[in-house]
Every structure is written in C-alpha cells, then in structure tokens.
C-alpha cells in the first residue's frame, strides 16, 4: 500500500513569489490535513480538508490556503512568501473515521527556501 | 489550550542503555495521543496511539504507556539504529489536528 506522497521534495524560492505543494494521501484516506515544522516552532497545524471541504485551520495568516480536489488529492498554496516561511511543509493523511482507530500517516515533507 | 511537553530535550544512551521519553500533556478531552519517529530530513513515521489511561502499547524495542496527565516511551536495550527524534502529540475529541511536543533527540552511542 502506498504511503502519503509529497511534490516536490525540495524548492527554493524568492520572496514575494507563491508556491504550490502537493500531497497525496493513502489509497481511500479522505482526510488531509498540512503541518508546517521549523526549528523554533516545531510541528505546526495549518488546516484540514475533508470531502473537499476545509474542516479546521490553525493561526497562520491567509497568505496559506489549500484545496482538495474529488480524489482526495490536496494542494497548499503560500502566496507572497517571507523568509519566515521556510520550513518543512508536512502532509498527513488519515480515514478520520470514529473515535478511535484514527491513524494518522505523514508523507516526507517538502522543504521549501525562501531567499 | 492544548499542551504537549516532552522531556528530556536530548538524550545520550550507550547501546543497550534501558531507559524512558516523558510526554505530559494537557487536553480538553483526549482522543488520542501519538507517537511517532522522526529521522533527519523525513516526514514522522507513525509508531503508536494510545486511547485511555493504562493502555500501553509495543513494538519491537519500544514501550509507550499513558496516563490521565503523561505517557512514557520505553525504550529498552537500544541499538544506535533507535536514534532519531522521538515525537509526541495529542489529538482532542472532535478535533483532527495534532498538538506537537517539541521532541526528544534521543542518540544511542553504538
């Protein structure tokens, strides 16, 4: 079974560009959820989509939003990038189903340079 | 507000040197409460979850037990492919999102 696949793997980019990143999930995994991991902050939750829909979004400005298309597939987007943006950006996937047996699979990330 | 801290920072252990990663956490009702290995440069890889206190859970060389306040990963004769970060994160109920520990750097000198 293939696990959560991330593209691309490694960018750098130019302040005040946009990047787009795209995951994804487990074969018949419906949730997707993005995670941004530096250094200083750690592990960050930025949102959560289910069935297309956005479920819940952390404290990051609008500048990062996402999308999730019909195959479950999901994109985020950071528009207007800062240096403060670089980091290891995280997907996640997970059946979100019932109370408990909620496993949760991370993909390996794509580092994303801002200069 | 959801809370993880894990302890210690980092952790030097020589080969077969028992000992144990604390997670003490706070939630507005648990729904799970995760595990997971982090090596440089990867994605975290899912260990365990623990449910309610007193489970407790094991793979391999790892123990990971939970109570109403903290979880404890046992780590037991470890061998220098047992060091990477180790990750902790609780979920609350009727939420999806993790709440991260900052992590323990646990290194196993062979």
């Known amino acids: 079974k293939a696990g959560v696949t991330q593209t691309p793997r490694y960018l750098i980019k130019t302040r005040g560009q946009q990047v787009t990143l795209s995951c994804s999930p487990i074969s018949g995994h419906r949730s997707v959820s993005w995670y941004q991991q530096t250094p200083g902050q750690g592990l960050q939750f930025l949102f959560e989509?289910?069935?297309?829909?956005?479920?819940n979004k952390g404290n990051f400005p609008g500048r990062f939003s996402g999308r999730q298309f019909s195959n479950s597939r999901s994109e985020m987007n950071v528009s207007t990038l800062e240096l403060g943006d670089s980091a290891l950006y995280l997907c996640a996937s997970s059946s979100r189903t019932g109370s408990s047996g909620n496993t949760i699979y991370f993909g390996e990330g794509s580092w994303l340079t801002v200069v | 507000e959801d809370q993880v801290t894990q302890s210690p920072e980092a952790l030097r252990l020589q080969e077969g040197e028992s000992s144990s990663l604390n997670c003490s956490y706070t939630?507005?009702?648990?729904?799970?409460l995760f595990w997971y290995r982090q090596d440089p440069g990867k994605g975290p890889e899912f260990l365990f979850t623990l449910y309610s206190a007193g489970e407790e859970k094991e793979k391999e060389r790892l123990k990971a037990t939970l109570t109403k306040k903290e979880s404890f990963l046992h780590i037991t004769a470890p061998k220098p492919e047992d060091s990477a970060t180790y990750l902790c994160?609780?979920?609350?109920?009727?939420?999806?999102?993790?709440?991260f520990g900052q992590g323990t750097r646990l290194t196993i000198n062979p």
């Open positions: 989509y289910f069935s297309e829909t956005q479920r």
């Open positions: 939630v507005s009702g648990l729904r799970g």
């Open positions: 994160a609780v979920q609350a109920q009727g939420a999806q999102k993790l709440v």
